[in-house]
């Protein structure tokens, strides 16, 4: 009777022994799911905020794109109004002005968020390198280079194209 009490007693002494070995490795496994889920959610905050960057780019197009096609449009309509035969002198020429001023500042505009868009992205990919050194991101994938960022620059050309376009029909 008491080797099957101590028998008895081992046992559930070994039984706890085990359940506090499992215990400790459904804790080791809940602290590598959980720092697995960190890793990814920081790697997920990292798309969005650039997402939120190109989106902001997008609203500065937007209006620079506004600027620039009513400023054009006005620069044109008033330069057209001067052709006409009745019209000796060019009243005109203040409203052609403001045409040309409106797509200056639609190409300043579109520059500023440019550069705010290019200096703030930099930004972004440190911190994310500096992360992925700490190992505190699950993956190291490169940002891809912004399409929005490539639209800008394409319509600051354009813009540019525009005003020169512009300056030479006001003093031609």
Known sequence: MIGLNVLSKMTDFMSEEQKMKESTEN????????????KHNTSLSFQRTRLSADRTLMSVIRTALSLIGFG????????SLREIEGIKIDPTMGARKVGLAMVGLGIFMLLLGIIYHS???????????????????????????????????LLLLLGVIVIITMISQLTG
Request: aromatic share 14%; no cysteine.
């Open 27 to 38: 804790s080791k496994n809940a602290k590598d799911i959980s720092l697995l889920l960190s």
């Open 119 to 153: 200096f703030f992205m930099l930004q972004v990919r440190r911190e994310r390198q500096r992360l992925d050194e700490m190992g505190l991101i699950i993956e190291h994938d490169k940002f891809p280079f912004s399409m929005t960022l490539i639209v800008a620059l």
């Open 72 to 79: 054009f449009t006005i620069f044109q309509f008033f330069r």
